[in-house]
């Protein structure tokens, strides 16, 4: 790809798309919001910039930065009071920045957090009312940056990911009264990089997307399993009602005509379990 891609915010997500992009020739610029980050990503050959968005402002000279061909905006909402309001209004910085640099093309990496969970699939235009803080503030991002006419973004809603050195059974460890009969929505790291590497590659943009691995297993069944492997002792399940959501990323498959991975996340337990008998 005869491209530069510049990704702002280069964490556990955007380090690992970076590396991808530059094994394929991409010229690509990272940026980081502390000094600690900035040294590491640096050992990755991203070229390395500390470049923090405020709600009220963009810190540090930008132009450098910001001077691509597609950008890729990977920082999540801050888990704050006001996060709803704070968030977009760091995305309009972002935005006017983009309006001033002639950026076309932007990346933005959401959640399927946008979605209410109505014990139902939901696809792309279900989103309905988000029950966390977090939710609500990544939709209304979304739609500053759509109904912009001066620059096409693609929408990338991911569901809670796994892979890398993220051990799953951490994250229900100590748990008790979880409702086991929940279906589960998870996406590997890889198949994340993979399509956001598409989506640049093939020129998809001006669209919205589920990025969710088809099979959802349920939380007992994931879990339990993913303890049983860490040799953690599992989440206490019981069978009470929870309201739950099933996410459908049949349009990510078809328009990018993309094989996942990791279809289901239960292979990727069979992955580790695989590693851990070996070791």
Not at 12 to 36: F, P
Not at 57 to 69: A, G, K, M, R
Not at 139 to 150: D, F, G, M, Q, W
Request: one cysteine or more.
């Amino acid at each position: 790809m005869n491209k530069i891609v510049s990704i702002l915010g280069c964490g556990w997500l955007g380090t690992a798309v970076g590396k991808r992009l530059i094994h394929k020739g991409v010229k690509v610029k990272g940026s980081t919001a502390t000094i600690q980050s900035y040294n590491e990503l640096e050992k990755t050959g991203i070229s390395t910039f500390h470049l923090k968005i405020n709600h009220d402002s963009v810190e540090v000279d930008y132009n450098s930065f910001f001077n691509t061909d597609v950008l890729i905006v990977s920082f999540p909402p801050s888990r704050t009071e006001f996060v709803e309001q704070t968030f977009p209004q760091k995305i309009g910085q972002l935005i006017t920045v983009v309006e001033k640099m002639g950026i076309k093309k932007v990346l933005f990496i959401s959640s399927t957090a946008v979605y209410e969970s109505g014990n139902t699939e939901v696809r792309e235009g279900d989103e309905g009312t988000p029950e966390k803080l977090s939710g609500k503030a990544l939709l209304a991002a979304e739609k500053l940056l759509t109904k912009n006419s001066n620059f096409q973004t693609t929408i990338l809603r991911f569901s809670g990911l796994i892979g890398g050195d993220r051990n799953p059974a951490r994250f229900l460890f100590g748990k008790e009264n979880v409702s086991g009969s929940v279906p589960v929505n998870l996406i590997h790291r890889d198949d994340c990089v993979n399509i956001i590497t598409e989506i640049i590659e093939k020129d998809v943009w001006g669209e919205v997307f589920n990025a969710s691995s088809p099979g959802h297993p349920t939380k007992k069944e994931f879990y339990t399993k993913a303890a049983k492997i860490s040799e953690l002792p599992a989440p206490g399940f019981v069978e009470s009602e929870e309201k739950f959501k099933i996410v459908n990323s049949d349009k990510l498959i078809k328009k990018l005509a993309y094989k996942f991975e990791y279809p289901n996340p239960m292979d990727y337990l069979k992955e580790l379990e695989e590693w851990a008998y070996r070791i």
